[in-house]
C-alpha cells in the first residue's frame, strides 16, 4: 500500500526503500502511479516449467492470500498463452471475474499517451523537440531556464520536466462528470514548476503524460481519447477498453478493495490519460500482442518498429547521452528479472494494480492485474509469470575485466538523492536516502546507508557501470549543469555529500526523537512536583512546558497523518479538520520550539533544577534547529 514513494522492487527506479519510504507511504497519495514490478533481489518464486503448473501455482497464491480476484494475460509470436481471471470481480456479490471483466490498470495508461505521439511524428505533424509553450501555450507551468532549456514533449513522456508530481488536491479531484482535459490541466497547475533545468533529472510525474495528452489534441484538433480510439483501440480489437465509467464498466467492471478487503468507489480522474483505463484480460492480451509483434495488429503496422525501439529508450538525461542502457524511456522503461531485460509500464489505482511487461528479444508478454492492493501477493504472481516466460532462455554471464584505477575510485563515498518525486517528502529523503558506493575488489556496490539490498556494477570505463547480474551499463557519473558531479543509477540522482552532513543530520534526528521521547517520560516527574507545589509557577515551568509542547505537536501531525492515511484524499486532498490539524500541529511545533529556546535563554539564571533546566534548553534547541530546517523545505 505505499507503492507510489517506495517502489519496493522497480528495476528502473533503482529505489532503495529507506525509512522515509516507510514513513511517508506517499503511495496512498498517488495511486496511479509507476511503481514497478518484480524483484530484482529477494525471495525468488520457482519457475513453473508448463503451463499447468504456472495456472496451478498462480491458483495456489491467489487462494492462500485471499486474493479477490486476478486478470492475466500472456502472449508469446505463436499467439496467445493464457488469457483468463480468477477469484471474484465483487466478493458480496458472488460474481466470479473472467476474461472479460474489466480492471483498473493505473499508470500502464501512459503508454498510449507515448503512442499517439509517435504516430504523429511518424505522420511529420509533431517532434520530441518541440516546445511545449509553442504547441500549448495555455497550460501553466514555470520553467526559469525556459530561455535555456525550455520544457520539450520529450521531456513530458520521459518525465524529466523536474516538476513536482501532482499534488494532493489534484489526486483528490474526483467529478463523476467527465471534465475536459484542459479543465484538468487548470484545476491546479501549482505542482507544474521546474526544479531544475528540464533534461537534467528524471523525476516521476503524472502532469508531464497529461500535458502531453493535450498537446495531442491541439495537434489533431480531437479529444484525446477519441484519438486514441480511432488510432489504436479500435485497429487493435480493443472495443470495451476505456478511460470513462462507460456502461461496459458498470456492468463488468471488479470491484476494487483496499485497506483490509474494503469496497472502493469508482476513481474518476481528472488527468486521465496518466492513470485511467478499464480494461479486461481480453483488451490486454491485444496491447500485449502489439507490442510483441513489434507495432502491428491485426495484420496493419500501426506503429513502425523503429518508433516502438525509440519509446524503449531513455534520451533526454545526461546519463542516457553518455550511454546508459537502462531507465525510463516515452511511457515505458526497462526491468530486470535476473539477467534479462523486460520493458514495461505498471500502475495503480486505489485498491488495484496491474503491470504490463515484454521482452522484445524472446517475443513474448504479458499483463496482470488484480482488484487489490495487496502488493505482496501482485509481486508473486508477477515473479511465477516472469519464471515461466524466461525459463528457456539462457541467462547472461557477466564478468568485470576492467581494473579499478584511482579515477574510478574517486567515485567512492557517501551520496543523497537530488531527484525527489514530491518535494514535500525530500526533507526525509535527503536525511535517511543516503546511498554509499564502495568498492569491492573490482566491483561497485550501491547501498543504502541505512538499510535494503547492495546492487553490484563493474566499471567499463571511468563513468560508466554495468550491472553485474545483466551487463547493461546501469550507473553513470555525469555532470549535471546545477549540481555538479553526480551519478545517475537508472533514474535515482545522487549527489556527493559530506560525512559529516550525513551523520550530523541522522545524529541530530536521533536526539530529536530521544528528547520527544524524555520530554513527555519527565513530565510525570515534574508535572507531579508541580501540582504538589514544588514547581514555581512562571519561568520555571515554561521553560519545561515549551519543549513538551513542541514534541506533542510533532505527535499530534503524525497522528492525524496517519489518520488522513486511511483515506487520503477525501481526509487530505481537502480543507477537512484533520488536514487543518496537521497544518495548525506544524505551525504550532515551530512556534512552541521558538518559544522554549527563548524562554531557556531569559531564565537562565532562574532557580530551578539544573538538570531539567538543560534537559529542556537541549531540547528547545534541537526543536529550533528542526523547525528551522522544515521551514526551510515547506513543511511548516
Request: hydrophobic share 45%; glycine share 8%; proline share 5%.
Amino acid at each position: 500500500r505505499f507503492t507510489a514513494i517506495r517502489m519496493p522492487y522497480n528495476h528502473a527506479s533503482n529505489g532503495t526503500g529507506t525509512p522515509m519510504q516507510i514513513l511517508i507511504r506517499f503511495a496512498l497519495l498517488s495511486s496511479f502511479l509507476w511503481y514497478g514490478a518484480h524483484a530484482a533481489d529477494g525471495d525468488i518464486e520457482p519457475a513453473p516449467t508448463t503451463l499447468e503448473e504456472l495456472v496451478a501455482a498462480v491458483t495456489d497464491v491467489v487462494a492462500e492470500a485471499d486474493l479477490p480476484a486476478v486478470g492475466i494475460a500472456m502472449v508469446d509470436e505463436n499467439g496467445p498463452v493464457w488469457i483468463d481471471a480468477i477469484g471474484k470481480a465483487n466478493r458480496e456479490d458472488g460474481i466470479d471475474a473472467d476474461a472479460d471483466s474489466m480492471f483498473r490498470i493505473g499508470s500502464t495508461s501512459k503508454m498510449f499517451v507515448a503512442l499517439a505521439v509517435l504516430k504523429l511524428m511518424e505522420e511529420g505533424k509533431l517532434s520530441l523537440d518541440d516546445k511545449l509553450a509553442d504547441l500549448a501555450p495555455d497550460v501553466a507551468f514555470e520553467n526559469e531556464w525556459e530561455a535555456t532549456d525550455p520544457v520539450r514533449v520529450v521531456h513530458l513522456l520521459e518525465h524529466t520536466t523536474g516538476w513536482d508530481d501532482l499534488h494532493l488536491p489534484e489526486f483528490a479531484h474526483n467529478d463523476p462528470a467527465p471534465v475536459s482535459l484542459k479543465e484538468g490541466l487548470d484545476f491546479h497547475p501549482h505542482s507544474r514548476v521546474s526544479r531544475w533545468k528540464p533534461g537534467s533529472r528524471m523525476s516521476y510525474c503524472n502532469a508531464g503524460p497529461a500535458a502531453a495528452a493535450y498537446v495531442v489534441e491541439q495537434v489533431t484538433g480531437q479529444e484525446f481519447e477519441s484519438y486514441v480510439h480511432d488510432n489504436f483501440f479500435e485497429p487493435m480489437g480493443m472495443q470495451d477498453m476505456t478511460y470513462q465509467l462507460s456502461q461496459d464498466v458498470q456492468q463488468k467492471g471488479v470491484t476494487l478493495y483496499a485497506n483490509g478487503n474494503k469496497p472502493q468507489e469508482y476513481w474518476h480522474l481528472s488527468t486521465r490519460p496518466s492513470g485511467s483505463i478499464n480494461a479486461s484480460a481480453n483488451d490486454m492480451a491485444k496491447m500485449v500482442a502489439f507490442f510483441v509483434n513489434r507495432g502491428a495488429a491485426n495484420g496493419k503496422q500501426l506503429i513502425s518498429e523503429r518508433s516502438l525501439r525509440r519509446m524503449e529508450t531513455a534520451g533526454s538525461t545526461p546519463a542516457a547521452k553518455a550511454g546508459q542502457q537502462v531507465g525510463y524511456g516515452l511511457s515505458n522503461y526497462s526491468s530486470i528479472h535476473e539477467s534479462w531485460k523486460y520493458r514495461e509500464h505498471s500502475g495503480a489505482v486505489y485498491g488495484a494494480i496491474s503491470e504490463f511487461a515484454y521482452l522484445p528479444q524472446a517475443r513474448a508478454g504479458h499483463a496482470i492485474m488484480i482488484n487489490s492492493d495487496d502488493f505482496r501477493t501482485f509481486r508473486r504472481i508477477s515473479d511465477l509469470i516472469r519464471n515461466f516466460e524466461t525459463r528457456n532462455l539462457e541467462p547472461v554471464v557477466v564478468t568485470g575485466d576492467v581494473e579499478v584505477s584511482a579515477a574510478h575510485a574517486a567515485i567512492a563515498g557517501l551520496y543523497h538523492p537530488i531527484n525527489s518525486r514530491h518535494q514535500v517528502s525530500y526533507f526525509l529523503e535527503r536525511v535517511f536516502g543516503v546511498q554509499e558506493l564502495a568498492f569491492n575488489e573490482n566491483t561497485l556496490v550501491r547501498k543504502g546507508l541505512l538499510g535494503g539490498g547492495p546492487t553490484s556494477y563493474y566499471p567499463v570505463s571511468e563513468s560508466l557501470y554495468m550491472r553485474d547480474k545483466t551487463g547493461l551499463i546501469s550507473l553513470a557519473r555525469v555532470e549535471d549543469p546545477l549540481a555538479g558531479p553526480v551519478v545517475h543509477a537508472g533514474t535515482l540522482v545522487l549527489k556527493p555529500v559530506s560525512p559529516a552532513v550525513v551523520y550530523g543530520q541522522l545524529g541530530i534526528a536521533v536526539l530529536w526523537g530521544f528528547f520527544i521521547a524524555t520530554s513527555i517520560l519527565f513530565l510525570l516527574v515534574w508535572g507531579i512536583r508541580k501540582l504538589r507545589g514544588k514547581v514555581p509557577a512562571g519561568p520555571a515551568t515554561w521553560v519545561r512546558a515549551w519543549p513538551l509542547l513542541a514534541g506533542l505537536s510533532i505527535l499530534a501531525v503524525a497522528g492525524l497523518f496517519s489518520l488522513g492515511m486511511t483515506d487520503p484524499f477525501r481526509k487530505l486532498g481537502a480543507p477537512t479538520p484533520i488536514a487543518l490539524g496537521i497544518m495548525v500541529s506544524t505551525v504550532a511545533f515551530a512556534v512552541f520550539a521558538f518559544l522554549g529556546l527563548r524562554s531557556s535563554i531569559r531564565s537562565r539564571h532562574v532557580p530551578m533544577n539544573r538538570w531539567a533546566y538543560w534537559h529542556s534548553t537541549i531540547a528547545s534547541g534541537i526543536h529550533v534547529i528542526v523547525a528551522a530546517y522544515l521551514l526551510w523545505f515547506g513543511v511548516i
